[in-house]
């Protein structure tokens, strides 16, 4: 079935620094991948909607300018959280669609700790 | 009022038992309707599609109710494998995928 890596899986920062996750399509061909972040025992929130070769689309209340977001390939995005501070720190999970209506592959995600 | 509510639990179910739990959503306009599985720290995983004329697939039955506005998931004959959160998913659209998640169901089987 369609695979979607995420990396890195667990990163620990200091607070100022910036940190980028890469989400990758291995066997297919994603136009538009999903960022969320998930907060313990909470539910997944939709930050923004990536697509290839344009600018992303951010939900209400996301900061376009703190995480930047590049889909540069069919199979590539990647989100880049900058000037991280401590409640930065949650888990990232990027998805991507095979097409099939509902049907959203999900990385491994990346569980962020900003210090 | 939240897009997708689910009972939070944990529903603490004896092994071999059967569980059920719904989810209700707020935008009548919903288009499709999907039941996702995530393990502790975990990524989700597709679990099921939830049809009109509600639908089966092995040990697990989810029913879509469009004039009460939810859908249910029904797992008989609990494993301990199947302590899990189940995330109820509603897109809104006819097309896309830009899905709304629910806060999930926690499921306990014990033996």
Redesign the interface.
Known sequence: GAVVSQHPSRVICKSGTSVKIECRSLDFQAT?M?W?RQFP??????MA?SNEGSKATYEQGVEKDKFLINHASLTLSTLTVTSAHPEDSS?Y?CSA?SGV????F????S?LTVL | RKEVEQDPGPFNVPEGATVAFNCTYSNSASQSFFWYRQDCRKEPKLLMSVYSSGNEDGRFTAQLNRASQYISLLIRDSKLSDSATYLCVVNPRAAGNKLTFGGGTRVLVKP
């Not at chain 1, 209506?101 to 959203?104: F, I, K, S, T, Y």
């Open positions: 538009t999903f969320y025992k909470k539910s997944l929130m939709l909607t888990f999970i669609t209506p509902g049907e959203l999900f990385g491994e995600g569980r």
